[in-house]
């Protein structure tokens, strides 16, 4: 089978060209054709010489995925399942905001007791290929005025478990040369904490870092993250603290608000207490219930009061409500219908 040309680096690229004889420059016009005027094939790159499009083809492909099925939530959401390769499934979800597009999307499966992403089981990593496909297909696919511009790799799996297939994807999400063009201001990674990986996403990337932080104790993160148990909260905090931020950025700190275990106004407290080293924000999840799930969602004042004081300590926090729930799209919802239907 022929390899898809988006799992090679520019670098890479240029290097099996050169081998072929065959000017470095091409790499860029290629890569162009492949990523801003989305072709799919390379008989279509007019200003490449032939017999280097021949020869291209002949070594490469250039994938997309098979889009399986769509699902379009009544909040305008669109939730994406591709079909890979190998037969596998991994999901994407399209979220319309005021005036642009922001794409979620997927790393892997793998994840938490609460996330319903997880009752899967990991499967595998997400190639470099199949992560950018991701923001290459959807971006082809949409149309209208409203442009997509910002990603958030929140979907199903551990992005800092597939480091190195992330750093590669975001390179061409971002590369405004011959890449994607993503402005990394708007490219978000999410972790559960995998403190070892996490200055190497700093220093290797300039997107934005979320920490899915869920708890204020050990005992309670322990119960919902079991990747606490390795890796603790105070360790996780330090970890944050050092973080090789990216000049005026904070850290987003990630709270699933689920009644009566980590909603009480102590929390509140001991949470701006625990972030006081860190240049940080706050998003507050109310938990997204599904069926044969232990847990629920406080009442609303709850969630305000916690909001509040959070706000009085003088951090930003803001309450997001997650879209496309009618569609299992939401929060920890991914991939859902189809593990029940499987
Ligand atoms: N593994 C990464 C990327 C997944 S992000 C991480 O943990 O950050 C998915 C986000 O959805 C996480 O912040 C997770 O805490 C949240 N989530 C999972 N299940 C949820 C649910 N039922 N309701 C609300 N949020 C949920």
Not at 42 to 51: L, N, P
Not at 57 to 67: G, P, V
Not at 138 to 159: F, H, Y
Request: hydrophobic fraction near 40%; charge should be positive.
């Amino acid at each position: 089978m022929l390899q898809d040309i988006k799992e090679l680096t520019k670098d890479q690229l240029i290097l099996w060209l050169e081998d072929r004889s065959i000017k470095s420059y091409r790499a860029k016009q290629i890569l162009m054709w492949i990523y801003l005027r989305q072709a799919d094939t390379f008989e279509v790159m007019t200003d490449v010489g032939k017999d280097i499009r021949k020869c291209l083809a002949r070594h490469f492909s250039i994938k997309r995925l098979e889009k399986e099925r769509t699902e379009i939530s009544q909040d305008g959401s669109k939730k994406f399942l591709f079909k890979l390769i190998d037969g596998k499934y991994v999901e994407s979800v399209l979220i319309p905001e005021k005036n642009h597009y922001t794409l979620c999307i997927s790393s892997q499966v793998q994840g938490c007791l609460f996330c319903l992403t997880a009752k899967g089981g990991f499967i595998r990593n997400l190639t470099k290929g199949e992560i950018i496909a991701q923001v290459r297909d959807v971006a082809n696919d949409i149309g209208g005025s409203k442009r997509l511009t910002n990603i958030v790799m929140m979907g199903m799996g551990e992005p800092l478990a597939n480091l190195s297939n992330v750093v590669g994807a975001v390179a061409t999400i971002t590369d405004s040369d011959a890449g994607l063009g993503f402005s990394s201001r708007r490219v978000t990674v999410s972790t559960s904490g995998l403190i070892p990986k996490l200055s190497q996403l700093g220093r290797e990337t300039a997107v934005n870092l979320a920490i899915s932080l869920n708890a204020t104790d050990n005992k309670t993160r322990d119960m919902l993250m079991p990747v606490n148990r390795k890796y603790p909260l105070e360790k996780l905090l330090d970890a944050c603290a050092r973080y090789p931020l990216v000049a005026r950025r904070r850290i987003t700190f990630e709270y699933i608000i689920i009644k009566g275990v980590n909603d009480s106004e102590e929390d509140a407290k001991r949470l701006a207490r625990l972030l006081r080293p860190i240049r940080a924000k706050v998003n507050l999840i109310p938990f997204n219930t599904f069926e044969g799930s232990d847990f629920e969602r406080p009442e609303e004042h709850v969630i305000l009061t916690f909001k509040e004081i959070l706000n009085n300590n003088n951090y930003t926090a803001v309450i997001r409500h997650s879209k496309g729930q009618d569609i299992s799209a939401a929060c920890g919802q991914l991939s859902a219908n189809l593990m029940r239907d499987a």
